[in-house]
């Protein structure tokens, strides 16, 4: 039975298309800077909201119609609605798909109990994956919805949940190994605190550094390759978490040795609620050797929580698709919807309006971004702005030549620095403006 009877698989059509079931910019096939757009979109749909999302909010009951969920925690609703997710991606034309274990599969009333009940979901995951050629671009275990994890996973008071927390994690790197899954996220949902007042800071950090260390063992130990990634958020549903944006995850992953086995995943909605914009969260990962890849979305800036819209903004999308090229493409990440449709958006076809747009708003951005740097046009003005440290004292303060007697010789030489020139923030915005007027 299928679950989308209505709709056939999504077809590019052009920029002129007046489809909205078509699209206009996403063309897998069409080569920009020597990769395909599949290649470097490696776009991903996320189980949890498209499949899982209900429409609940604090004021309001579930909206969402989803004729293929019977709405009970049985394992064959479970498998059925695995069929209808493949269906649903395999027509989108999104090559990877990303999963919580409890998104996939109902927990049980044991731990040997769910795992068992996730080997009869991951089963049928399988078989779809192998009939459809769609890949997993993640596993993560959710270690924040069980009211075990209420004071955190690895960073709760109760050792006992860092214990549960780690025999789901095993599992979950197990399933993700089985299902040749390309990485293993980290989001730590409860991993930090409501108040200081009765928290052990330190020997949270501590505890969580731990974990790690024993996934990036586990993960040896049956030889998952895959790359490991840290999501940084900085708060809901703690008023802080811990990993709270790239800067931090980056501090706290030196401060643990765990620098070589983890990369980020950035999310634009949470870069927002940490005050940075996502080109910052992108920028700051890449130039640090840590950009994995990203849960694309967009919050509002209206709001201050985690709204997870789909991106439909071309400058965002360009922004983000300049800095990802900047530092040589997502693999082996992708760009993944950690999106969810409205609650007034209830119908089943809805989630393909969702996908086709934001599938689109990344596909124009690449081709702008591409646009941009085939012009040289920002790294040019860039180089000559920063053109005084590659002669001179520029070059020797950069090499370590300079000390502060050398530098002070210098300048009692000179005595004043150089003009400035002007930094052209404005004509800049302009000239991007005009490569988002012109592509094609
Ligand atoms: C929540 C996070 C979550 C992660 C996966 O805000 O974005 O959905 O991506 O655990
Ligand atoms: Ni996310
Ligand atoms: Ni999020």
Redesign the pocket.
Known sequence: MSAFPDVEKIRYEGPDSTNPLAFRWYNEDEVVEGKTMKEHMRFSVVY?HTFRATGTDPFGSETMVRPWDDGSNSVENAQNRVRAAFEFIEKLGAPYYAF?DRDVAPEGSSLAESNSILDQVVKVLQEEQDRTGIKLLWG?ANLFSNPRYMHGASTSCNADAFAFAACQVKKCLEVTLELGGVNY?F?G?REGYQNLLNTDMKRELDHMARFMHLAVDYAKEIGFTGQFLI?P?PKEPTKHQYDSDAAACINFLRAYDLMDSFKLNL?TN?ATLAGHTMMHELDYAGHQGALGSI?ANTGDLMLGW?TDQFPTNYYLTTECMLTILKYGGLMPGGVNF?AKVRRESFEPIDLFHAHVGGMDAFARGLKTAAAIRADNALDDFVATRYESWDTGIGAEIESGQADMKSLESYMLEKKEASSNSSGRQEMLEHLFNRYLDSVR
Do not use: F
């Open positions: 949890w919580h993560t996220v989001w949902g999501e958020k999310e949470h849960d985690d950690d």
